[in-house]
């Protein structure tokens, strides 16, 4: 069923607007790349944290929860997830900071060890980054990773400096 007159005048203002669509409102059906997942696009603040919404079963957990395993066996390699899987998380020397090391753990704020005599860039141990939209712990820890190991500019630019551990908030 095509949206309503009010509905389509809604949706464009809002994309005139720059302003994410609301998790209710439906994709535009006449979007050639409509059957494209964008969540990043939605506005995901309305959830509790560490859920995937309303409309997430068990049995849809379990399936993300499975497809983001494999995910990051496959992305990290044998030898680092049996690594990961024995110790409970990755450690990561910095390229820009000598002496820096990050210690990745699922679920977790990334930690941020120092060797002896070695400066931090930051002011607290620990960097809060959270996904935009909720996804399985170990699907978003492997994007972590991978942002540490290729990208460290990012994390210096979005990481939020905290003086405590904790879990994240949008993986579940």
Do not use: H
Request: charged share 30%; hydrophobic share 35%.
């Amino acid at each position: 069923m095509p949206p309503s007159p009010a509905a389509s005048l809604a949706a464009w203002w809002r994309r005139l607007l720059g302003v994410a669509p609301s998790p209710e409102e439906p994709d535009d059906p006449n979007d050639p790349d409509a059957a494209i997942e964008r969540p990043w696009l939605k506005d995901w603040d309305y959830l509790p944290k560490r859920s995937a919404g309303p409309g997430f079963s068990r049995a849809d957990y379990a399936e993300a929860r499975r497809r983001a395993r494999e995910v990051a066996r496959t992305t990290l390699g044998d030898e680092l997830w049996e690594t990961l899987r024995r110790q409970d998380y990755l450690d990561l020397p910095s390229r820009r900071f000598l002496g820096l090391t990050y210690r990745l753990r699922i679920g977790r704020r990334i930690e941020v060890l120092l060797e002896p005599g070695a400066r931090s860039p930051w002011r607290y141990p620990f960097l809060c980054i959270n996904p935009t939209y909720p996804l399985p712990e170990e699907e978003f820890f492997v994007q972590l990773y991978l942002y540490v190991r290729d990208r460290e500019d990012i994390i210096l630019k979005v990481a939020a400096p905290q003086p405590w551990d904790q879990a994240l908030g949008r993986t579940f």
